[in-house]
């Protein structure tokens, strides 16, 4: 029989160049972290998989209008918001992905039924036929467009923050990656992020790599596929993600991520200014807004 593991979640509400100062956010934003951190883990602690896991924790920050992705996604340079988001099986090795789709409530959850029930075996979909294959799974559709995006988009203002992302580890010791996000803000309409990609979205059997931050700069250093691999040669996340921040730093590229492996050790590393994350394990839960 397969002994019992101690679950591990670790969440981001991404990276960003500055930290608010606001307190009024501050708070705001501890306290959502902090809520989806206590129900999700809950599941974990009663039996969920880490899949099912990643898969509501990211739809609940894509459903709070705080943070970039989902509900409260940034506009593209046309005025019109693209969604991407991608989910992975560490122990299936198995990725889906949805790309710039428009108006679908839950891009994780498109993503999820892609993993689950691929529409002749295509597991990433983009734009119309995303939409299109959304609306045959009968998922909600909403507008994603709030006042202070659109206030922001105005100002040609990017925000602060970008893309939300978990990683967990279930009781029978499975890992799964989620990443969702609106982009990074005023980019050009159509532009590919690097989150439906396994450059931001990757697990294994030994690891699982959430990322944000600018995408291009995330695909040119495959940062999640990179250090699931570098996790597969036996190197432990920690020392694989100081590895990968000392070459990034050196480029000036500008990423964060968080990353956790079968043994439930994990590490949040960022070249930016900040990362906004949150981890529950057995023995506690932090929250660092
Ligand atoms: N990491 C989000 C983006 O650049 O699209």
């Known amino acids: 029989m397969s002994k019992s593991v101690a679950p591990v979640l670790v ?3 991404g990276a960003g160049s500055s930290r608010t100062i606001d307190r009024r956010r501050l708070i705001a934003r501890e306290q959502a972290l902090k ?8 599941a974990l602690q009663r039996g969920s998989s880490a899949l099912k896991a990643v898969a509501l924790a990211v739809e609940m920050l894509e459903d709070d209008p705080q943070f970039n992705a989902g509900r409260g996604s940034k506009l593209q340079a046309d005025g019109k918001i693209r969604m991407s988001a991608a989910l992975m099986d560490g122990s299936r090795r198995r990725f889906a992905g949805a790309v710039n789709v428009e108006g679908v409530r839950n891009p994780i959850r498109l993503s999820e039924r892609l993993l689950r029930n691929p529409p002749d075996g295509s597991r990433v979909l983009a734009g119309p036929g995303a939409a299109r294959f959304a609306r045959s799974q009968q998922l909600r559709f909403r507008s994603p467009y709030t006042d202070e995006r659109k206030r922001e988009f105005r100002r040609a203002g990017k925000g602060k923050f970008g893309t939300v992302g978990a990683v967990a580890l279930d009781s029978k010791g499975r890992l799964a ?3 969702s996000t609106g982009g990074r803000g005023l980019e050009y309409p159509h532009r590919v992020s690097d989150t439906p990609t396994v450059a931001a979205n990757y697990a294994n059997s030994s690891c699982a790599v959430s990322a944000t931050g600018v995408g291009e ?10 250090l699931c691999s570098l996790r597969e040669t036996g190197i432990g996340v920690a020392r ?3 590895m990968l921040k000392q ?11 968080i990353a956790l492996d079968a043994d439930g050790n994990f590490y949040v590393a ?4 900040h ?12 929250v660092h807004a």
């Open 270 to 273: 960022t070249t930016t200014a």
């Open 177 to 179: 990656a989620a990443t």
């Open 247 to 257: 070459q990034a730093d050196k480029s000036r590229a500008r990423f964060g991520w």
């Open 217 to 226: 700069e995330i695909v040119d250093f495959a940062v999640a596929s990179h």
């Open 35 to 42: 809520g989806i951190l206590d129900a999700v883990y809950r």
């Open 275 to 286: 990362i906004i994350w949150a981890a529950a394990t057995a023995a506690k839960l932090e």
């Open 11 to 13: 969440i981001h509400g």
């Open 240 to 242: 694989a993600s100081r």
